[in-house]
């Protein structure tokens, strides 16, 4: 007993010293971490020189994950460009961008900690645009709003879907799809790019002003409102793309579609949901330690950076697989309000811009042997006699 009494009283004491010690070191790092510490963004050198060994390390890291990037998307472009249909060729290249301007955003993020404002702008604003640019892959792959429309008859778009969930009128739509309801899907998706260009734009101006202090949610720093202004309208684009795709997926099969739509969402969970959980959860609640002179907000970018550009290289693997398999044929169907010589609209059918009679005429027209030319005869007659006289008048 005496024994077990001796060697547990060592066991304490060691301890109780070194949870002084972590106490120490706890109450060190919060003396160090001071105002000045927390607003310092350091330069590249003054960044790399506080990491050390390590910084060059993740430098070299990401530059490798970079070219791979860029590589893999010259590779899906250049394959696009040549084998891809004319209808949805420059729309894919398009899409395509999210993954190689997100990287540069996140590369140069890594590198210069004071423009990671303008970068995280930037990365926001071309993600938006290529949501819209998807959005319009999509209606290319049904030949046009026309062919959708008649493809998806007698169907309800869902709205009652995530995120917005017919919020705010809580009264969704239950007509089936038309025209009408496409525009809105359209509109509700463009919304987003355009007034996330008009915040950039404020927010710029007033953090030159002083007035704003990216990070900081408090209700006399105006990065508060912004935040909310784009994170409501980036829920009401999300809603009508979600709404767009989900209508969508049974009838793309064959394009692949699923595939593409998830490598599209996770840049878009990877750019949004991490940012927001470090941001607004990990950062305030003292998760994110603080290194001085790194600033936890430095070391939640560096964080962020880093994930984001290893994220997109993944994505763009499997993008680059499903963009370069073989789709059906794409044709475009627009009506075009033509009129004819009386005056009246004859209702023609474009179809990939190129003029095609209605189809009637073309059904009269394909019919073989004399009945099927006896029809067309019957049908053109009548314009052939009005010509003729004419003509003889003249």
Request: proline content about 6%; some cysteine.
């Given at each position: 007993m005496a024994e077990a009494t001796s060697t547990q009283e060592p066991i304490s004491t060691t301890l109780g010293a070194a949870a002084g010690t972590a106490a120490i070191v706890v109450n060190t790092t919060n003396d160090l971490c001071?105002?000045?510490?927390?607003?310092?963004?350091?330069?590249?050198?003054?960044?790399?020189?506080?990491?050390?060994?390590?910084?060059?390390?993740?430098?070299?890291?990401?530059?490798?994950?970079?070219?791979?990037?860029?590589?893999?998307?010259?590779?899906t472009v250049i394959h696009v460009v040549r084998y891809t249909q004319v209808p949805v060729k420059e729309t894919t290249a398009i899409v395509l961008t999210v993954y190689p301007v997100l990287g540069l955003c996140s590369y140069l993020g890594l590198m210069f900690q004071k423009a990671n404002i303008f970068l995280d702008a930037a990365a926001q604003l071309w993600f938006a645009f290529c949501m819209y640019q998807f959005l319009t892959l999509t209606l290319k792959y049904f030949g046009g709003e026309s062919s959708f429309v008649d493809k998806m008859q007698?169907?309800?778009?869902?709205?009652?879907?995530?995120?917005?969930?017919?919020?705010?009128?809580?009264?969704?739509p239950k007509s089936v799809v038309n025209k009408r309801q496409i525009r809105v899907v359209k509109i509700l998706?463009?919304?987003?790019?355009?007034?996330?260009?008009?915040?950039?734009?404020?927010?710029?101006?007033?953090?030159?002003e002083g007035w704003y202090?990216?990070?900081?949610?408090?209700?006399?720093?105006?990065?508060?409102?912004?935040?909310?202004?784009?994170?409501?309208?980036?829920?009401?684009?999300?809603?009508?793309?979600?709404?767009?795709?989900?209508?969508?997926?049974?009838?793309?099969q064959e394009f692949h579609y699923t595939p593409k739509i998830i490598a599209f969402q996770l840049c878009l969970v990877f750019l949004r949901l991490q940012a927001l959980i470090v941001n607004v959860i990990l950062v305030p609640s003292g998760a994110i330690p603080c290194l001085p002179p790194i600033?936890?907000?430095?070391?939640?970018?560096?964080?962020?950076?880093?994930?984001?550009l290893g994220q997109l290289v993944v994505l763009m693997v499997v993008a680059r697989h499903y963009y370069k398999l073989p789709i059906p044929k794409v044709t475009i169907y627009r009506q075009q309000d033509t009129k004819d010589m009386n005056g009246q609209s004859s209702g023609m059918l474009m179809?990939?811009?190129?003029?095609?009679?209605?189809?009637?005429?073309?059904?009269?027209?394909?019919?073989?042997?004399?009945?099927?030319?006896?029809l067309l005869e019957d049908f053109t007659q009548p314009e052939i006699t009005v010509l003729k006289s004419s003509v003889d008048k003249q």
């Amino acid at each position: 007993m005496a024994e077990a009494t001796s060697t547990q009283e060592p066991i304490s004491t060691t301890l109780g010293a070194a949870a002084g010690t972590a106490a120490i070191v706890v109450n060190t790092t919060n003396d160090l971490c001071t105002p000045e510490v927390l607003e310092f963004e350091p330069s590249v050198v003054e960044f790399l020189n506080a990491l050390g060994v390590w910084g060059w390390v993740m430098l070299c890291l990401a530059t490798i994950a970079f070219v791979i990037l860029v590589v893999l998307f010259t590779d899906t472009v250049i394959h696009v460009v040549r084998y891809t249909q004319v209808p949805v060729k420059e729309t894919t290249a398009i899409v395509l961008t999210v993954y190689p301007v997100l990287g540069l955003c996140s590369y140069l993020g890594l590198m210069f900690q004071k423009a990671n404002i303008f970068l995280d702008a930037a990365a926001q604003l071309w993600f938006a645009f290529c949501m819209y640019q998807f959005l319009t892959l999509t209606l290319k792959y049904f030949g046009g709003e026309s062919s959708f429309v008649d493809k998806m008859q007698g169907t309800v778009l869902p709205w009652k879907g995530p995120p917005c969930c017919c919020f705010p009128c809580c009264v969704c739509p239950k007509s089936v799809v038309n025209k009408r309801q496409i525009r809105v899907v359209k509109i509700l998706v463009m919304q987003h790019p355009w007034l996330q260009l008009v915040l950039s734009i404020i927010m710029l101006t007033l953090w030159l002003e002083g007035w704003y202090t990216h990070g900081k949610l408090e209700p006399t720093n105006t990065y508060l409102y912004i935040v909310i202004l784009s994170v409501v309208s980036f829920l009401f684009g999300l809603w009508a793309f979600i709404v767009g795709f989900k209508a969508s997926l049974p009838q793309l099969q064959e394009f692949h579609y699923t595939p593409k739509i998830i490598a599209f969402q996770l840049c878009l969970v990877f750019l949004r949901l991490q940012a927001l959980i470090v941001n607004v959860i990990l950062v305030p609640s003292g998760a994110i330690p603080c290194l001085p002179p790194i600033s936890p907000r430095v070391f939640a970018n560096t964080i962020l950076n880093s994930l984001l550009l290893g994220q997109l290289v993944v994505l763009m693997v499997v993008a680059r697989h499903y963009y370069k398999l073989p789709i059906p044929k794409v044709t475009i169907y627009r009506q075009q309000d033509t009129k004819d010589m009386n005056g009246q609209s004859s209702g023609m059918l474009m179809v990939n811009g190129t003029p095609k009679l209605p189809r009637f005429q073309s059904e009269m027209g394909s019919r073989e042997g004399p009945e099927g030319r006896g029809l067309l005869e019957d049908f053109t007659q009548p314009e052939i006699t009005v010509l003729k006289s004419s003509v003889d008048k003249q």
